[in-house]
């Protein structure tokens, strides 16, 4: 059974990658989160991955704040830009494997079809330009590396838009969200689906690029409201472009992903994003009726 080292275990990705493992167990999972492991410290990485053998490593944390990164960009580039090459060259040291993953907030929004593999990276963000280091860092590092990118991730734990439009609703108070920026929303379940299947194939030198979302695109508004009509949830709603809400971090107009080349390649397909927000909603459901 391979071996896997998981980082930011806690994170939405870490805990469904460990959950989607426990229903039917294919590998040894080791979880690590900053306790066990911080993977801005290079020493404490190489001694980390020497010490035992391990696989495959998945690097699943990640600084995610989109709009902090704008004041704290010292942090993003610390934990997204620095700590992929550290990790990529104690992977090549130690023969490897590695999936890290990445976001659509490489890309500036201003193509008019969906982003390839092969379209020029240019953030138009400091959290973008902290992840497209990280990218070049395990490049220049040359470990045997997968690179996924993966856009507007939501699940039953953690911060996310989908649970913070429920906790909205609840409140009662009319609601305006942004209806002219385009993305696949990502049910965190579904990537680790995937992510755990790219963990069973052979990884060659060199670095691979995928990109993997649901399949399909929407706006904000219209993720607000498939998660309002598949919960059964009456909200007051308005549509209003992003220009009449001021944020830190500029967005994408249009960051849709095209997960082509991960079909072509490896034959795997992703659901579609509204199947993502059902699931996700149902396992919400759940938690609630344990607690």
Request: with cysteine; proline share 4%; net charge neutral.
């Amino acid at each position: 059974m391979k071996k896997i080292l998981l980082t930011g275990s806690e994170g939405q990705l870490g805990q469904s990658i460990i959950k989607i493992n426990s229903l039917n167990p294919e590998y040894t999972i080791v979880p690590t989160d900053l306790r066990e492991l911080d993977i801005t410290q290079a020493k404490e990485v190489h001694r980390f991955l020497q010490s035992e053998p391990f696989d495959l490593v998945i690097n699943a944390a990640a600084y995610t704040q989109v709009d902090g990164a704008e004041t704290d960009y010292e942090t993003a580039l610390r934990v997204n830009g620095t700590a992929p090459g550290i990790l990529a060259a104690a992977c090549r040291e130690t023969d490897t494997g590695l999936i890290h993953i990445s976001t659509d907030y490489v890309f500036d929004g201003n193509l008019d079809r969906d982003y390839q593999e092969a379209d020029a990276a240019n953030p138009i963000n400091a959290y973008g330009r902290s992840k497209l280091a990280g990218e070049q860092a395990i490049a220049r590092a040359g470990a045997k590396a997968l690179i996924i990118r993966t856009s507007w991730l939501f699940s039953e734990t953690g911060k996310n838009f989908v649970k913070t439009m429920l906790a909205l609703a609840q409140e009662g108070k009319p609601l305006r969200i942004i209806n002219d920026q385009y993305g696949s929303p990502t049910y965190a379940g579904h990537l680790a689906e995937a992510l755990l299947f790219l963990a069973g194939k052979r990884f060659h030198p060199g670095i691979s690029l995928f990109h993997i979302t649901n399949k399909g695109f929407t706006t904000w508004y219209h993720l607000a409201m498939k998660v309002f009509t598949t919960a059964g949830i009456r909200a007051a709603v308005t549509p209003v472009p992003s220009t009449g809400f001021k944020t830190a971090a500029a967005r994408p107009a249009r960051s849709v992903l095209s997960n082509q080349r991960l079909e072509t390649v490896t034959g795997y397909v992703m659901p579609a994003w509204e199947t993502g927000v059902e699931t996700c909603l149902r396992e919400i459901e759940r938690l609630n009726s344990i607690h």
